[in-house]
């Protein structure tokens, strides 16, 4: 799976978009991007994840450039509950959960 | 309805002894998988059961082993434990692969 790279923490004010980018030149064409993230003392929870097109949900967007090289989260409007570790992941879906999880950036939503 | 029950959440072992964590999946989810969580290593994958059997295993050494029962519980096991074991330990289920939910995990002191 290709190595991505993120900032190691990023703020954010209360009520404004946040926008966490990840890095990964080295995706290959069949590669996922995943982005999870895990609030202090809880089990990751998952957000989004995206081939090539970019996808919305109820928690996220997910902005991955034309040439699949990085990507970004944008939370639209962050909330003190949005402070949490975010886990930017590339890998090929096929079966199995062995995610690899890198070190994330610590987001920080101040009020 | 129910997410992943993880016991025992706290638990406290002497070195040598060894440990069984067990972990309850979401309903009519076939895989499980672990991973285990320190300050230094971070977020790291133990192994994954779907249907009783292992299909994804992490670069652990074999005193760390699981098992899948017919009603998709899982269990690991930690035998001659060391100090370096400590850890949150984090248990996943999923239906199919990609979202993964987990558990709120299961903390080991190793004294």
């Known amino acids: 799976d290709a190595k991505t790279t993120q900032p190691p923490s990023m703020d954010c004010a209360e009520g404004r978009a946040a926008n966490l980018p990840c890095n990964h030149s080295?995706?290959?064409?069949?590669?996922?991007v995943y982005w999870y993230r895990q609030i202090h003392s809880q089990g990751p929870q998952y957000i989004i994840h995206?081939?090539?097109n970019n996808e919305t949900n109820e928690m996220a967007s997910l902005i991955i450039t034309e040439d699949r090289k990085s990507s970004t989260l944008i939370l639209p409007h962050a909330t003190l509950r949005d402070t949490a570790v975010y886990y930017c992941?590339?890998?090929?879906?096929?079966?199995?959960?062995?995610?690899?999880f890198g070190p994330g950036t610590r987001l920080s939503v101040l009020p | 309805k129910a997410g992943v029950t993880q016991t025992p959440r706290y638990l406290i072992k002497t070195r040598g002894q060894q440990v069984t964590l067990s972990c309850s999946p979401i309903?009519?989810?076939?895989?499980v998988s672990w991973y285990q969580q320190t300050p230094g290593q971070g977020l790291q994958f133990l192994f994954e059961?779907?249907?009783?059997?292992?299909?994804n295993k992490g670069n652990f050494p074999g005193r760390f082993s699981g098992r899948q029962f017919s009603n998709s519980r899982s269990e690991m096991n930690v035998s001659t434990l060391e100090l370096g074991d400590s850890a949150l330990y984090l248990c996943?289920?999923?239906?199919?692969?990609?979202?993964?939910?987990f558990g709120q995990g299961t903390r080991l002191t190793v004294v």
């Open positions: 996943a289920s999923s239906l199919d692969t990609t979202e993964a939910f």
């Open positions: 080295t995706i290959s064409g069949n590669e996922y």
């Open positions: 995206g081939l090539k």
């Open positions: 992941i590339v890998r090929v879906d096929n079966y199995g959960q062995n995610f690899v």
């Open positions: 309903s009519g989810h076939r895989s």
């Open positions: 059961y779907f249907s009783e059997t292992q299909r």
